[in-house]
Each structure stands twice: as C-alpha cells, then as structure tokens.
C-alpha cells in the first residue's frame, strides 16, 4: 500500500532499491507520526475539514494506536511502503472512510519532515540528559581527587605539573561546549515544517500556528520552501552536535588507553571491565576505552556524510534525502551507548595517588623553579637559564611544591562556575515544555 499509488504497478526490484531501508527506520518514527497526525487533524477540524464526529473517531483511534506503539505491539506490514502509509492504512481499517481524509492538507514530504522533527528532539533530550549525568561524575571526581597531582604533557613529552581535578574538570567543561552545539541543534530542529506540505504551501487555509501550539515548537519554518530545504541542515547541525560529544568522549577514552598503561600506570580498572589475551595472561586491555574511541570517531565523520549527500540538492524534495536515515538513526544509539560505557569506566576508575614520587617526574617542577627565582627578583630569562644549565649539569633539586591560584589552576579549578555554565545551557533547552505538550495531546 502506497499512498500516491494509483493504478500503476511498480517493478519489484524498483519498490526495493526504494523503499530501501525505510521500513525498519520508521519504525523510529511511529510514535512521532501518530503525534504529527493528532495535531494534525485537530487543526483539520478547526478549519472545516472535518467534523466534530470525524475528530473524535480519529482522535480515539490515533491514541490507540501510539499506545499499541509504546507497548510493542505494532509492525509496518511488508507490503507497505513507509510509517506514513501504515498509520492510515490501520486508521482506514477501523473507523472506515474518516481514516481517508487525515492526509488533507500536508505531504509526505512534510509529514515526514514533523515527525524527524519530534523524533530529534526525543533523541537530542535523551543524549542531553545522558551528557548531563557524565558532566556530574566528571565534576564529582574533579572535586575528589583535586589534591591528587598527575604530569601534564606536551608534544607526548613530560611539561608541567597537573592534577586529576584539572584532567576530570577539563572533560566536564568539554562537555559544557558540546552542549552548546546541542541547543543550537535543538533551536534549529523546534521549529515546525507542517503546513508546507510538498514544499509550496496549500491552497487549504491551514493554521500553521495551531499545530506549532499543539506539538509544542517554539515556532514555525515560516517560508514553506525554506521548510523544505530544511531537511538534511537539520540533520547536519544535529550531527555536529552529536560530533562534539563524540569528540569529547573519544579524547578521554584516548587518555584512558594511555594512563592505564604499564608505562604510565596513572589509573586502572576493575578486571571485569578489561579484556584478556588468548596467549599472554598479564594482559588487562582496555577494548570498552577503544570502542569508545573508535565510535566516536565514527561519529565526528556524520555531519561531513551528511554535507556530502546534500551538497548539490537544489531546492525542493529529493529521494536522496531519504539515505540520510540510515546514517543519522544508527548514531543516536551508538552515542548514547558511548554515553552509558563513559558512565559506567567513570564509576569504576581508580586513580595512582603516588605518579610524582618517581624520580622521572622530576623535571615537571623545572617551570616552578624558575618561576621561584623569578618571584624573588632574578629577571625570567636569566632564571630561565640557570635552571637549564643546572639540568644540564644534573645539579636541579626540584621543589616538589605547586602554588598555583588563579582561575582555573590546580588550586582554583572553578568547578562551581563551570557546573553553572553547564545548568545555563541545559535549562535554556525547556525539556518540561515540550514533555507537556506531548502529553497533552495523548490524553
């Protein structure tokens, strides 16, 4: 069953090529559609196109199906060609000719378009509140081991001191930017494309305003073209945000491969959380730290995936749209799977209190020497000289002391100014707004 099939038969192997994945995606965006569709037809009503009976039939039917969604109990049949197709196929099926008249009105095109719409915002409030928790536990462990000292590095080569409390914070405040990436991905996908229908508009008198009301868009896309040429941007800046978490993870992960190696030994984790060798029992590997990295590279490579499927598309709606699903749908779970390993590595690492007491660590206090020396009067240069020299000649005694106070140092990490940056960010994205708006209309 099709929606825009009249009397033509379309070759197998074509409906294949086309249909491509779709039914096994949109299942992703079953309940989505069935919100677009109550929204929908409220607004069909409001405007004449239906009557009040003709609402509630649709209405209690519409509902009873997004419940069979949330239970598990719904499947897009073989022989039907999308989400789309199916919802109205079932509606038709038990209220009659009422179910026939809810696609006035709109596209698939921007049927489509709404219900990736809702369906990102679920998605991005998912990932955010997941983000949020691992911000917390970074901060957590910032805050508990910030007396804890560990070599900082340049270049891979010993430089100056550190601490666990700046390493952790550092990732916490990391994640503070990617948030940002994430409301500018959120602003951009809150708008609502219902009512542009194939990409022009209606010749129906249709309240666009209504339905932004109903489904709780913070506005419309109000140039019906532009509503279009909409999809595959949405996807683009959701996918850099998305990137930038990924990024992030992928980086600590990277330390983490690092610091619990025997030549650094900084921290370690419970044997049940490391993997083994099939010929060297010392082995302790850390395959949960690669794959986080691994995804997350695979991950910053979306948004360049998406870009290069867009590029050339002039305005208007293009099948090659479609493809974009089966690359952004599977990143969503992987991310938040990320997401979950991050959590779970943070609430089991253990971290070497004692680094510094090896002698090869002695040169991370070079810097604070000079600066010693500097604050007793000697000009920088010549302070910095007459350590290299003492390093040189293998005379350098270093004072295993930091002092270090302004903002953001070892001894001033500023947590608290960065965990209210943080809870700026996240409450600017009104997550209760929206969650009320969705319940509303399935009540």
């Known amino acids: 069953m099709k929606l825009w099939q009249k009397n033509t038969t379309v070759d197998q192997t074509v409906d294949t090529f086309t249909v491509g994945q779709d039914r096994v995606l949109d299942m992703n965006l079953a309940p989505f559609d069935v919100l677009g569709s109550l929204a929908h037809t ?15 039939l649709i209405q209690k039917e ?45 596209s698939r095109n921007d049927q489509v378009l709404v219900d990736l719409k809702l369906y990102f915002r679920h998605e991005i409030e998912e990932i955010v509140a997941q983000t949020k928790i691992v911000f917390e536990t970074f901060q957590r462990l910032s805050n508990q081991h910030k007396e804890v000292l560990m070599p900082g590095y340049t270049h891979l080569q010993i430089a100056m001191p550190s601490s666990f409390g700046l390493w952790f914070g550092a990732y916490a405040e990391s994640l503070v930017d990617d948030l940002e990436l994430m409301l500018a991905a959120w602003k951009i996908v809150n708008k609502n494309p219902l009512g542009s229908a194939a990409g022009y508009g209606s010749s129906f008198p249709l309240d666009r305003q209504m339905t932004t009301d109903l489904l709780g868009f913070e506005s419309m896309n109000y140039n019906v073209v532009y509503a279009q040429m909409g999809r595959g941007k949405s996807e683009r800046i959701l996918a850099q945000g998305m990137s930038s978490i990924a ?16 030549n650094y030994n ?3 984790f419970p044997d049940h959380l490391t993997t083994g060798s099939s010929i060297m029992p010392h082995k302790k590997n850390p395959d949960v730290l690669e794959l986080i990295r691994a995804r997350g590279n695979r991950i910053q490579a979306l948004p360049n995936e998406i ?36 959590q779970l590595m943070l609430d089991n690492i253990q971290v070497n209190e004692n680094i510094l007491a090896d002698p090869k660590y002695d040169y991370l206090f070079s810097v604070e020497v000079v600066n010693q020396l500097v604050l007793s009067g000697k000009p920088f240069r010549e302070a910095y000289k007459e ?3 003492a390093i040189e000649a293998e005379t350098y005694q270093p004072k295993k002391e930091v002092q270090h106070t302004h903002q953001g140092s070892i001894g001033n990490l500023m947590n608290d100014e960065i965990k209210q940056a943080f809870n700026a960010v996240y409450e600017t994205f009104g997550f209760d707004q929206v969650k009320n708006k969705r319940v509303r209309l399935v009540l």
């Open 307 to 342: 870009a290069l499927m867009t590029a050339n598309l002039p305005a208007g709606y293009h099948r090659d749209l479609q493809l974009l699903k089966e690359n952004l749908f599977p990143a969503f779970t992987s991310l938040k799977e990320c997401l979950a390993m991050t």
């Open 42 to 56: 409220q607004m069909l009503a409001h405007i004449g196109l239906l009557t009040n009976a003709e609402l509630k």
């Open 266 to 268: 900084f921290i370690s």
């Open 247 to 262: 990024a992030t993870l992928s980086k600590w992960a990277m330390d983490c491969c690092l610091y619990m190696g025997q």
């Open 62 to 106: 519409l509902k009873v199906i997004y419940k069979e969604i949330q239970q598990g109990d719904f499947q897009i049949e073989e022989e039907v060609e999308d989400i789309h197709s199916q919802i109205e196929l079932l509606l038709t099926r038990r209220i009659g000719e009422a179910g026939k008249k809810i696609h006035a009105g709109r």
């Open 387 to 389: 350590i290299g020299l």
